[in-house]
């Protein structure tokens, strides 16, 4: 419910507050007043868009506020699901910056737009004249039997249950698009991998082959120096290893005393001990009479080509060779992945087609059911609203493809005289008719689905005398559900709302600006003859003005 509404540098209006009570409450006054201007400010608090031309003054922010009593309307999730703090006295804020930037907030926390928006969805519902003209629309009227009376939970798992087979469609078009392209690169992945599985990459045995290729490139060199250390240090008359013997073979004389000499003795026989491998080895260089060349040729045909192959795929390492190779080899796997993954989704889709189908049969025959209730009920409102010949049908086409509501096209057909014959609303009802029609869909949708707030912007539009009096007491009776705010131009409306609100223009300092007031008894009894009357109130108008009023 809404409790009060706040507005400050909005339009015509410099500042003002205004507190709501449950039940049927009017606003009234003069044309230009500013009772649209209430409207379009309490439509920032719930998602509009906003631009700064709308600011009374330009050089100040526009701040509009409004206070809702959510304690009864099981908010807590969405509250929760926003991480925001929940109150049974939420405020909805709107502020517009001169800069043109706009900021929303709930509860002090700013949130996007969107968030305001849909909480403002759940606080209140704002008819128009805009949205009487809806009332020939075929999707709007879907709406209307399904609010009315179609399971809800039809309705959602319906509607659940196509998403994600809309959303399974388009990832079965994307897998497909990835398989395509996979198929025509196949060949191309095939060939690079068993390019790269025809050398032996591994990064150990390729440092092993740029090593020996250092080897085998200078065997000369290496086997010369190989043969002069053996000669110097075991086959020349004054040979290392000849002189390190002899000495050693002198500490072994002395060793018994001194405890040193039998160290050194010790450290002799080590060296002559490695010195002798170490000429081994060496030897085995100078022994080394294989092949070079042919050797060489192999090795460096292995790492040419391994060059090659990092120049080609522009990389420095063996390692990324390798992670390319599996690369590729994850990629022809993934197209055969690809191909088992579209199977298991058509045949998944094609189960999900089916239970669609055999959802929206049975929401078609709730809906068949529905509408039929509603035809009935509504041709009763219409009677009450001084049209006891209307006649009101809902015609159903079905259609080829399942769409987000199912296969369900209606029409609401219609005729205001006996013996018309009924037609589309859109080509038959005039401005009044089209007027009482939404308000009796209204009183029945509204039955149904309790909003907490329901705002009607000039629902009388083409009605007067008697049958604005019926489409007041429709008002009042719908505000037994619902709290109602009507802004209206016809006193037998306005007399029936439990409370009545009253714009009016005043100029300050040279500049005209919108206010609203809450009228007393006397001051309504005044306002509602002024309604009746042309220039002069008579008494006989406030008579008939208290008359009115009850």
Do not use: W
Not at 89 to 108: H, M, Q, V, Y
Not at 122 to 134: A, G, I, M, N, R
Not at 506 to 517: A, G, H, P, V
């Amino acid at each position: 419910m809404l409790k009060a509404l706040y507005i400050s540098n909005y339009a015509l209006i410099k500042k003002l507050g205004i507190e709501f009570g449950s039940g049927f409450s009017a606003i009234t006054g003069e044309t230009g007043a500013g009772k649209s201007i209430l409207l379009g400010a309490l439509a920032l608090i719930l998602g509009k868009r906003a631009d700064t031309s709308t600011l009374f003054d330009s050089g100040k922010k526009c701040v509009v506020e409004g206070v809702f009593d959510v304690s009864d309307l099981g908010l807590s999730n969405f509250f929760d699901a926003n991480d925001l703090d929940f109150d049974d006295s939420t405020i909805l804020r709107r502020e517009i910056l001169p800069s043109g930037k706009s900021r929303a907030f709930i509860n002090d926390t700013p949130v996007n737009l969107n968030v305001i928006k849909e909480l403002g969805s759940f606080l209140v519902d704002v008819h128009s004249q805009y949205e009487t003209l809806k009332l020939g629309d075929s999707i709007f009227q879907l709406e209307v039997i399904d609010r009315f009376g179609t399971k809800v939970k039809l309705v959602d798992e319906y509607h659940d249950k196509f998403v994600k087979y809309r959303s399974d469609l388009k990832l079965l078009e994307k897998l497909k698009e990835q398989n395509d392209k996979a198929g025509r690169d196949e060949d191309y992945y095939s060939f690079q991998l068993n390019e790269l599985d025809s050398i032996n990459l591994n990064e150990e045995e390729f440092d092993d082959l740029v090593e020996k290729e250092k080897y085998l490139s200078h065997a000369g060199e290496v086997k010369q120096i190989a043969e002069k250390s053996v000669q110097l240090m075991a086959e020349s008359d004054e040979s290392v290893l000849d002189k390190i013997s002899e000495i050693y073979e002198d500490f072994a004389r002395i060793s018994d005393f001194h405890k040193q000499f039998r160290e050194i003795r010790d450290r002799l026989k080590s060296q002559v001990i490695e010195l002798k491998d170490v000429v081994s080895e060496i030897e085995g260089f100078v022994l080394d009479t294989g092949d070079e060349s042919a050797n060489l040729q192999q090795i460096n045909d292995i790492l040419n080509n391994i060059y090659s192959l990092q120049q080609k795929h522009n990389v420095n390492s063996v390692s990324e060779l390798i992670a390319l190779r599996e690369e590729f080899r994850d990629r022809l796997g993934n197209i055969s992945v690809l191909g088992d993954k579209i199977e298991v989704l058509e045949k998944e889709l094609n189960l999900d087609l089916e239970a669609l189908n055999g959802l929206a049969e049975k929401l078609s025959e709730t809906r068949r059911k529905s509408a039929a209730a509603f035809a009935n009920s509504l041709r009763k409102q219409l009677a009450k609203l001084g049209m006891p010949d209307a006649d009101f049908t809902v015609n159903f086409t079905k259609l080829t493809d399942l769409n987000a509501k199912g296969f369900d096209k209606i029409d609401f057909l219609f005729s205001a005289n006996r013996g018309s014959a009924k037609a589309e609303i859109s080509k038959i009802a005039s401005g009044g008719e089209l007027s009482r029609l939404m308000l009796a869909v209204k009183s029945l949708v509204g039955s149904r689905k309790l909003l907490p707030t329901i705002i009607f912007d000039e629902i009388d539009t083409g009605v007067s005398g008697e049958i604005a009096g019926k489409v007041g007491n429709m008002l009042r009776q719908m505000s037994e559900n619902h709290q109602l705010i009507a802004i209206s131009h016809l006193p037998q409306i306005a007399a029936k709302a439990s409370s009545h609100y009253f714009v009016y223009k005043e100029d300050i300092n040279s500049r005209t600006t919108s206010n609203i007031r809450i009228l007393n008894k006397d001051e309504r009894i005044e306002e509602i003859a002024k309604m009746l009357s042309d220039e002069n109130v008579s008494n006989a108008a406030r008579e008939t003005a208290m008359a009115l009023i009850g």
